[in-house]
């Protein structure tokens, strides 16, 4: 009954380095999204993903790398952390993305400090 | 104009109050309207979901919505100190594409 999970949940990285976030959930929703959360911006999507296999840019995207090889698992990589990218980063899940009713489920977040 | 708009804070209220918190979107067609409660440090949960024009209560809270002014709110009624949180606004775009506000910061004082 874990719902959707993020590991690790605090990430201390040098600059340079490559980043790799996970995310996992247990509902066999179709999408799933990453977002970053800084003060002054709220949440900003960076990608998402309407199923294995499908991931499409969002509003942030550039410097992360996605992939979904397995609709459970959804991982945010950084292939060269920047300071910028220090950040507080959310994952979430929605059913199907497209039924009025579907809502957004957020894990528990990450917080990466890149120095 | 940004997509999502929500009342600046930080927003305080005395214990037992009501916290009005105000949200306003640009996209005509969106149908869905869903409100978060985030406590500092902690991920959003949702809290209140809408769809279609009037009021609906849950308790405490009452969303309101108005799809002819583009706008819907959240009522708090008989505010706790436990309702002190950032509350974001999201809409689900006639696109599919769901928009969070920037978020308004409530601070319930007892």
Redesign the interface.
């Known amino acids: 009954d874990a719902g959707i999970t993020q590991s690790p949940r605090y990430k201390i990285t040098e600059t340079g380095r490559q980043v790799t976030l996970m995310c996992h959930q247990t509902w066999s929703h179709s999408y799933m999204f990453w977002y970053r959360q800084d003060l002054?911006?709220?949440?900003r999507l960076i990608y998402y993903s309407a199923a294995a296999d499908i991931t499409d840019k969002g509003e942030v995207p550039d410097g992360y790398v996605v992939s979904r090889s397995k609709t459970e698992n959804f991982p945010l990589t950084l292939e060269s952390a920047t300071r910028s990218q220090t950040s507080v980063y959310?994952c979430a899940s929605?059913p199907t993305?497209?039924a009025?009713?579907?809502?957004?489920?957020?894990?528990?977040?990450t917080r990466l400090t890149v120095l | 104009q940004k997509e999502v708009e929500q009342n600046s804070g930080p927003l305080s209220v005395p214990e037992g109050a009501i916290a009005s918190l105000n949200c306003t979107y640009s996209d005509r067609g969106s149908q869905s309207f869903f409100w978060y409660r985030q406590y500092s440090g902690k991920s959003p949960e949702l809290i209140m979901s809408i769809y279609s024009n009037g009021d609906k209560e849950d308790g405490r809270f009452t969303a309101q919505l108005n799809k002819a002014s583009q706008y819907v709110s959240l009522l708090i009624r008989d505010s706790q100190p436990s309702d002190s949180a950032t509350y974001l606004c999201a809409v689900k775009t006639s696109y599919d594409k769901v928009i969070f506000g920037p978020g308004t910061s409530l601070s319930v004082i007892p």
């Open positions: 002054g911006h709220g949440l959310f929605t993305g497209r009025r009713e579907d809502t957004q489920y957020f894990g528990p977040g």
